[in-house]
């Protein structure tokens, strides 16, 4: 029986280790962002309908634009410099950012930036530094 829960227990280990080492992560899609981004305004701010749909449609431009970029900048194969990437999508930040100014008063912008938007970016995890 304590070989039987050993080897069970190596399994699922493996298991983790196997789905990890080969990128388990799936992208959200933009519908699955958008109603994160929902939950966060909503909850930070009570945003009214209009508003709300005036941002979901900001954010939602942004997310596909930013999905096109990455594609694109992906499909020569191997991994995209990180860099260029960054400097690609900062247009794209700027645009999204200009219509949240115009939805959201001054502080409720700010507090966006500051404290909402940062804890929106995916974590990643592993590390050894710099890459």
Known sequence: MKTKM?????????GAITVNAQGGFQRRTVEERLQIVNQKLDSAFKLDKTKLTDADS?????????????????SGGGQPDFQAMREKMQPLMDERDKKLQTILTADQFKTWKDAIEPSMRPHRQGGGGNR
């Open 6 to 14: 050993v080897f069970v227990i190596s399994f699922f280990i493996f």
């Open 58 to 74: 900001a954010f939602a431009n942004f997310y596909r634009a930013a999905d096109k970029l990455r594609e694109d900048m992906m």
